[in-house]
């Protein structure tokens, strides 16, 4: 069983940054896909980030290329997830999860993803 805790949410204005991390109980992180999705409220989850298991391939939502950088440590059992120029649209819960690795794509499917986080709320205000 993996575990999965994601924490740096909160509220913010519009224009402002927000550091998302995850950390993870498992040792074997480097054999998982990592990715951060989200849940605004009456809206599916959408992938936001996704992220290789050696960090060497990452996939973005249109929505936030070029305002959100998704990295990983392997060392530390972690996964971030950088937000830059937030919106009043990026307003949701903000989860990590975790797919083992098969070594191809970063998959936007969530239900290809075994395990989760707790979620954390990310606020933009206007």
């Known amino acids: 069983q993996v575990q999965l805790v994601e924490s740096g949410g909160g509220l913010v204005q519009a224009g402002d940054s927000l550091r998302l991390s995850c950390a993870s109980s498992t040792r074997t992180f480097g054999s998982y896909d990592m990715g951060w999705f989200r849940q605004a409220p009456g809206k599916e989850r959408e992938l936001v980030a996704g992220i290789n298991w050696n960090g060497g391939n990452t996939n973005y939502a249109d929505s936030v290329k070029g305002r959100f950088t998704i990295s990983r440590d392997n060392d530390h059992n972690m996964v971030n997830l950088q937000m830059n120029s937030l919106k009043p649209e990026d307003t949701a819960v903000y989860y990590c999860?975790?797919?083992?690795?098969?070594?191809?794509?970063?998959?936007?499917?969530?239900?290809?993803?075994?395990?989760w986080g707790q979620g954390t709320q990310v606020t933009v205000s206007s």
């Open positions: 999860a975790a797919k083992v690795s098969l070594g191809g794509g970063i998959s936007y499917n969530d239900r290809e993803y075994d395990y």
